[in-house]
Structures are given as structure tokens and as C-alpha cells.
């Protein structure tokens, strides 16, 4: 899933959520049923017919998102997909995803510049050189799951984040 959620304008909710199975010659009376289903865990109930103008920012990442999850690889790469919204909506984004991901049963790897949300959402945290001498670093984070938001202001997150952010310096030196 890339930053901008590059929904089909011409197609609806529902349609752009079935692409991929469509893509695939899956798509079927069955499937559809199955992702009608989806649409309402995804908080898009009652918008399977609208197009993607008549969305919300964050209504059109979760249809990004859920059209993503359609495509049904057990790896999900997600590019940055929260870098566009405000504040708010980045963290409702947050808490909806913390809550679907236990159900998901996927590998996510999730690509962000956001320390706090790296460390929300992560197991691992890989840091990429900032030049061709250096090296990939990995952080485990050792955060209780199930992770809330609130745990940004708890001293564990707070030191992660540190610890983190010093090593991004470090790398940024070499």
C-alpha cells in the first residue's frame, strides 16, 4: 500500500475493494459478501457505493487498507500510509489498525519516518543507513501487546523513543 491510497476514481468503494480479486478471477457473489462484510469492521458501512471524492481522508486509507488486504499475500508492505492525514486522524488510524491487526493474522512491514508510530506499531524497528557505508540497524521494541495510544506518555515508550532517536542520529553520522 503506497503513501497516497491511489483509489480508482471511476470505481466505488466497494469496486475498488474487489480490484484485486477481480485482478486475480476471483471475484464472485461470495467474495463480494466477504468484503461487504469487511467494509462494516472497516468503518465504511453504508459507503460501499460512494466514490472516492465523496471520502474522508482517513475513510480513504481504510479502503486503500482493506483493498490491500483483498489482494491476500501473507506479507503486507504498507508505505508510509498514515503520512498524509492530520494529527487526529493519523491517531485514530493508530487505534483502528491496533485493533484489526491481532485478527489479521499477516506480516506487516511498515514503512514510517514517525518514531512514535514506529514504535506503536512495531515488533522490530530496522534503521536504514543514510549512507552507503553504513548499516542496517535493528531495535526490537519490548511493548506489552495489546498496544494502546496512551502508551506514548508511559517512561517505557519515552525511552524507546530516545534510544531510538539516538541511533537515527547515529546512523546520520556515519
Not at 26 to 43: E, H, N, P, Y
Request: with cysteine; aromatic share 8%.
Amino acid at each position: 500500500m503506497p503513501q497516497q491510497d491511489l483509489l480508482l476514481p471511476w470505481r466505488t468503494v466497494l469496486d475498488n475493494c474487489l480490484l484485486p480479486l477481480e485482478i486475480k478471477g476471483r471475484a464472485s457473489k461470495d467474495k463480494k459478501s466477504v468484503v461487504q462484510d469487511m467494509l462494516k469492521r472497516f468503518g465504511l458501512a453504508g459507503y460501499e457505493l460512494a466514490y472516492p471524492h465523496e471520502l474522508s481522508g482517513g475513510m480513504r486509507q481504510r479502503a486503500a487498507f482493506l483493498r490491500t488486504l483483498m489482494s491476500g499475500g501473507e506479507l503486507m508492505l504498507l508505505d508510509e500510509p498514515f503520512g498524509a492525514l492530520d494529527a487526529m486522524t493519523k491517531r485514530d488510524m493508530h487505534r483502528w489498525l491496533l485493533e484489526l491487526w491481532g485478527e489479521l493474522g499477516r506480516t506487516v512491514m511498515f514503512i514510517t519516518h514517525d518514531l512514535e508510530e514506529a514504535i506503536l506499531l512495531s515488533d522490530r524497528i530496522f534503521l536504514m543507513p543514510s549512507s552507503s557505508g553504513g548499516s542496517l540497524q535493528e531495535m526490537n521494541m519490548e511493548l506489552p501487546r495489546p498496544r494502546r495510544l496512551e502508551m506514548n506518555y508511559e517512561p517505557g515508550f519515552v525511552s524507546l523513543r530516545a534510544e531510538l532517536e539516538r541511533r537515527l542520529y547515529e546512523t546520520r553520522a556515519v
